[in-house]
């Protein structure tokens, strides 16, 4: 209410200036530097003070789209691998003991886990928002300024129920649950890619990337949501060998 105010405040004085400026520029007046940047600097000023009233949007990181059906949602992805959070995701496997039999390093799919945590928009909210089920989620890979002469990655769609339930009150819900990150036949074809000598192998071949992720969903009333959140990753060689 109060940018409201002082926005009509401006208007009515940037007006007034206006006809000032125009009638002395009418009357033959010489029109002097000082009354020109006067002007623009006002002008500057108005424009500013209104496009301030302006707020985050629904594009906000880990809130796209969920403020519609009453519920915030924070996302967060943490990359774990064999049972221990790392961000090293390899593509080469290794052979830890030449035997025989050789003993290889244990070689899989590169997942993550996801955080949630849900508060209401309005916590005085006399409507309790239904439930929040997540349906699918895409994983787009951005090779980082430093490794921009690397593969690309090709983008990964799940579909996934993960359900959250609705807060109550200033209360808060969270979920966690197991998403994919890098799963191996990404991990083969990046390896192809790596060795053809078509691409930049980077500093003792890794390579940085972020993962974008987009959830997609809707309520229990059908409204559709989602919502998004990263994480960056290298990918390369790695010893995992225990």
Not at 44 to 56: D, E, L
Request: glycine share 10%.
């Amino acid at each position: 209410m109060a940018l409201r105010i002082i926005g009509m405040e401006l208007a009515m004085n940037f007006s007034g200036f206006k006809n000032r400026f125009m009638k002395e520029i009418l009357a033959g007046g010489e029109m002097k530097s000082k009354h020109v940047l006067l002007l623009c600097a006002f002008c500057m000023f108005f424009g500013i003070a209104f496009w301030s009233c302006g707020g985050n949007g629904p594009g906000s990181p880990g809130s796209e789209g969920t403020e519609d059906t009453g519920i915030l949602i924070d996302a967060t992805i943490l990359p774990t691998y064999l049972g221990s959070n790392t961000y090293s995701v390899d593509v080469f496997q290794q052979v830890c003991d030449p035997g025989p039999p050789p003993d290889f390093e244990d070689f899989t799919d590169h997942n993550a886990t996801l955080t949630l945590t849900a508060r209401l928009v309005n916590p005085d909210a006399t409507f309790q928002p239904g439930n929040l089920y997540v349906e699918k989620y895409t994983v787009e890979y951005r090779r980082s300024t430093d490794s921009i002469g690397s593969p690309p990655i090709q983008s990964d769609t799940r579909f996934k129920t993960i359900v959250i339930p609705a807060p109550v009150g200033t209360g808060e819900t969270g979920v966690t649950d197991t998403v994919i990150l890098v799963d191996l036949l990404r991990k083969d074809q990046y390896r192809l890619d790596i060795t053809s000598g078509q691409y930049d192998p980077g500093l003792a071949s890794i390579n940085n990337y972020t993962a974008l992720y987009t959830f997609e969903g809707k309520n229990e009333f059908g409204d559709k949501f989602e919502f998004k959140a990263q994480t960056d990753f290298q990918i390369g060689s790695f010893d995992y060998c225990e």
